[in-house]
C-alpha cells in the first residue's frame, strides 16, 4: 500500500478516539502488552521520561526533548493528537516519523495485529515504541494520551515520571472529581521511580503522595522548590517572554518560546526532570536549557499553543480545550489591548461546554464551527448552548468559514482568536 492508502486502513479498521470519542477508548493495557510481545518488546529497549496531566503536558514534553536534543543527545518524542499529519506523533530529533517506515511496518505486523484488534491508539503506541528502540534513541519523552493507569503508553518504567497538573477533562473516562482523575493520572507512578508534579494542588495533593509511598517511589512537587515568573509584560504579539526562575542555580532569567502566561506552569516541573535525569547521569549544561526553551518551535516542530498568525489585527490560535485550559486563555486574552475580539469557538460532542461557555467573553462576538470529525459538536448546537450563557454570534459552519468571517470583519486593532478544541486548530490552513 502507498502511505494515504496505509493511513486510510488504519483509520478504517482501527476505532480512534480522535474522530469517535470514548467507543476509540479502550481500558486496559492487555491489547497493548500483547502487541509488545508480537514486537520483543521495545518498550524495554529505550529510556524514558512519561508525562501525564490534564494540561501542560504536550508543552512540557516538547520543552524536555529540545532541551535534550541541545545537549547532544538523540530524543524520541511521542505525542498525540496529531495536527495535520500522522506522523507528527513520533518524532527524533523533530524529525517526523517517515511515512515509508510506516508503510513497511503495518505491511510487516498488521497479520500478526489481527487477532489482538487493537484500537488506533494502541497500534500508534507500538508504533512509536518499534521505531525508538529500532532507532536507538538516547531518551524518548512519552505523553500520556488520556489518564494515565489504562493508558496504552503505561506499559513502559520510566527514569522519572512528570505529572503537570490536574482539572476537570474527559470525566465519562476519568472520573467526576478532581482526585479521581489524579488517581488515574497517578497511575503513571512505577515502584521506585522518581515522580515530579508541576503544581502543587492542595485537592489532589495526597493522592500523589499516597501512591508514591506505596510504591516506595521519590516524590517531588516542582513549583515547592522552583519559583517561575514573567519578566516584565510581553508584548502583545510577542512569540517569546522573559521568565525570572528562583530555585535554579544559573538559570535566573530564561527566555521561553512559548508565549502564554500559563506556560510558566509548567517549566518549574520540566526544570525538576531535568535535575533528576542530571543524577542519573545525563549531561544537561545550562547552555542546553537555554538554547531548548528559546528554540523548542525550531527543534520540536511544536505548535499550536498561543501560536500568532497573524497581526493587524492579531490572530491568535490556541489548543486550550477543557476548563482550566480555556480559563488560561482567557486570562491572557484579557490582558491584549483590542479595540473588539472576535473569538471563532468550537467544541467537542464528549466535553461539559457550559462550563467552558460560562468562561468566556460575553463582549466578544463569536463566529461558532465545528471540524471536520465526527466527535465535533454540531456548531448550530454550540451557538444554542452559546445564547443561554450570553454569548452572541453567528453560525459558520466550517473552520475556515468561520476563520475567514472573523478576519474579513476585524480591524486593524481587534483580535482574532481560534480555538476551543484540538480539532478546530488543526484546520487552520497557515498553522
Known amino acids: 500500500m502507498t502511505y494515504a492508502q496505509t493511513l486510510a486502513f488504519l ?15 479502550k481500558k486496559g493495557l492487555g491489547n497493548t502488552e500483547a502487541l509488545a510481545e508480537v514486537l520483543g518488546h521495545p518498550e524495554r529497549r529505550f529510556r524514558a521520561v512519561h508525562v501525564a496531566g490534564t494540561n501542560g503536558k504536550g508543552s512540557s514534553s516538547n520543552l524536555l526533548a ?15 493528537p496529531h495536527l495535520r499529519e500522522f506522523t507528527e506523533r513520533i518524532k527524533i530529533n523533530g524529525q517526523d516519523l517517515t511515512p515509508d517506515y510506516l508503510v513497511a ?16 491508539f494502541e497500534m500508534c503506541v507500538a508504533l512509536a515504541y518499534s521505531y525508538f528502540a529500532g532507532q536507538q534513541v538516547d531518551i524518548a519523552i512519552v505523553e500520556v494520551g488520556l489518564g494515565g493507569r489504562l493508558d496504552s503508553t503505561n506499559i513502559i518504567t520510566p527514569l ?13 473516562l476519568l472520573g467526576d472529581t478532581l482526585p479521581e482523575i489524579a488517581g488515574e493520572k497517578a497511575g503513571i507512578i512505577k515502584p521506585g521511580v522518581p515522580v515530579v508534579i508541576s503544581q502543587s494542588q492542595s485537592e489532589v495533593a495526597a493522592v500523589f503522595e499516597q501512591k508514591a509511598a506505596a510504591e516506595n517511589a521519590p516524590l517531588l512537587f516542582a513549583d515547592q522548590h522552583y519559583q517561575v515568573e514573567l519578566l516584565g509584560e510581553p508584548a502583545p504579539d510577542a512569540g517569546t517572554q522573559l521568565l525570572h526562575v528562583s530555585g535554579a542555580a544559573g538559570l535566573d532569567e530564561l527566555e521561553l518560546a512559548l508565549a502564554g502566561d500559563y506556560q510558566r506552569l509548567n517549566v518549574a516541573g520540566v526544570l525538576a526532570v531535568l535535575d ?3 543524577r542519573q547521569g545525563y549531561v544537561i549544561p545550562e547552555a542546553a536549557v537555554r538554547t531548548g526553551f528559546r528554540d523548542v518551535r525550531r527543534l520540536t516542530g511544536f505548535r499550536g499553543r498561543w501560536t500568532i498568525l497573524g497581526r493587524h489585527p492579531l490572530v491568535v490560535c490556541d489548543t486550550g480545550h477543557n476548563e482550566a485550559g480555556l480559563r488560561f486563555v482567557t486570562a491572557q486574552l484579557a490582558r491584549l489591548p483590542y479595540r473588539q475580539l472576535h473569538f471563532v469557538l468550537g467544541a467537542v460532542n464528549d466535553k461539559d461546554v457550559t462550563k467552558m461557555l460560562a468562561l468566556l467573553p460575553r463582549s466578544a462576538t463569536y463566529y461558532f464551527c465545528q471540524a471536520n470529525i465526527p466527535r465535533a459538536l454540531p456548531a448550530a448546537e454550540l451557538a444554542a448552548q452559546a445564547v443561554r450563557v450570553g454569548l452572541q ?11 475567514a468571517a472573523a478576519r474579513a470583519a476585524a480591524q486593524p486593532a481587534d483580535v482574532v482568536f481560534i480555538g476551543g478544541s484540538t480539532f478546530v486548530v488543526a484546520e487552520i490552513e497557515e498553522l
Open 11 to 25: 483509520y478504517d479498521q482501527l476505532p480512534m478516539f480522535q474522530r469517535v470519542g470514548a467507543a476509540g477508548f
Open 66 to 80: 529540545a532541551v535534550l536534543q541541545a545537549a547532544g543527545y538523540k530524543v524520541g518524542l511521542y505525542t498525540s
Open 105 to 120: 511496518w503495518v505491511a510487516q505486523w498488521w497479520p500478526q495485529f489481527a487477532a489482538v484488534q487493537p484500537s488506533f
Open 160 to 172: 522519572v515520571s512528570l505529572i503537570t497538573n490536574i482539572s476537570y477533562d474527559h470525566q465519562n
Open 276 to 278: 533528576e535525569l542530571r
Open 393 to 403: 454570534g453567528q453560525v459558520y459552519g466550517p473552520v475556515m468559514t468561520a476563520v
